[in-house]
């Protein structure tokens, strides 16, 4: 079945700073990868997806990249402010299977 | 965007007892709806997914006995957690797709502890 793995776990950046959050997948037949961002106490939240058909897909400040030769995908935040701390998960999946989601990272913003 | 509703958000039940967990799609048809648990400061561990009408797929070390999923429609699934113990307490949490492959809705979650 599909593995997603996420790098790092916990990411502290100085605002205004970029972040950058790093996931590799394993099963060639995915192909939706979205981004959830969790904040403490609540449910994850959409915040950007990409379809295996793009490369890249932009959002403000939120950016994704994919790779499928690879494998890997890459969410991208510019300009960070206080509100963009919180937790962070990548996710992968396939028209007819699950979403399995990486193991998360904490991002921490810096004032 | 869609909305999911969990229900009840938060649960203390005795030891030895089963708990009934429900998460409502409530504006549109979720064909697959996905259980979650995720405990303190972790990633979400993919529990089971289940289709409407059709038995429920157990990730691999689920107990499905413990862990009774039913889809009976399109606008609800249930989890039971049977004959609870400590170690069973957690936050679970749903998902709800109305198609393979695009946006999963999360509920709100429940925070399932057993005493």
């Known amino acids: 079945g599909e593995n997603v793995e996420q790098h790092p776990s916990t990411l502290s950046v100085q605002e205004g700073d970029s972040a950058v959050i790093k996931c590799t997948y394993s099963?060639?037949?995915?192909?939706?990868f979205p981004w959830y961002k969790q904040e403490l106490g609540k449910r994850p939240q959409l915040i950007i997806d990409?379809?295996?058909?793009?490369g890249e897909k932009k959002d403000q400040r939120i950016a994704v990249t994919l790779n499928k030769t690879a494998k890997h995908f890459s969410l991208h935040i510019t300009e960070t402010q206080p509100e963009d701390s919180a937790v962070y998960f990548c996710?992968?999946?396939?028209?007819?299977?699950?979403?399995?989601f990486g193991s998360g990272t904490r991002l921490s913003i810096r004032p | 965007g869609a909305v999911v509703s969990q229900h009840p958000s938060r649960v203390i039940c005795k030891s030895g007892t089963s708990v009934k967990i429900e998460c409502r799609s409530l504006?549109?048809?979720?064909?697959?709806m996905f259980w979650y648990r995720q405990f303190p400061k972790k990633s979400l561990m993919l529990m089971a997914t289940?289709?409407?009408?059709?038995?429920?797929?157990?990730e691999q070390g689920v107990e499905k006995d413990k862990f009774l999923i039913n889809h009976a429609s399109l606008t609800l699934s249930t989890l039971t957690v049977t004959s609870a113990h400590p170690e069973d307490s957690s936050f679970y949490i749903c998902s709800a797709t109305g198609n393979p492959g695009t946006e999963a809705f999360f509920g709100q979650g429940t925070r399932l502890t057993v005493v």
């Open positions: 996710a992968a999946s396939s028209s007819a299977s699950k979403i399995i």
């Open positions: 990409i379809r295996s058909n793009v």
């Open positions: 289940s289709n409407e009408g059709s038995k429920a797929t157990y």
């Open positions: 504006d549109f048809q979720a064909t697959t």
């Open positions: 099963d060639s037949a995915s192909n939706y």
